[in-house]
């Protein structure tokens, strides 16, 4: 999952089975959804409007510099 996902008004991008990596910055201009629903994600870093709303997370050893969550969903 990396780059940028254009989701338009009442259209849905889905993770919906598989196993998918955060590869780079993953950015939703569009205000459709965006979202997980029983994949299995990979995550390096909060990927902002990404809601994960069914199957399995998993963080990289790098996830937020160091493998933790170090911020919350908040900026």
Request: overall charge positive; proline content about 1%.
């Amino acid at each position: 999952i990396g780059g940028t996902y254009n989701t338009a008004a009442g259209a849905t991008i889905q993770f919906t089975a598989g196993n998918y990596a955060e590869t780079g910055t993953a950015t939703n201009t569009g205000i459709g959804l965006f979202r997980q629903n029983g994949a299995t994600v990979t995550l390096n870093d909060r990927i902002t409007r990404f809601i994960l709303a069914s199957g399995n997370v998993a963080l990289s050893p790098t996830f937020q510099g160091s493998g933790a969550i170090q911020r919350n969903g908040v900026y």
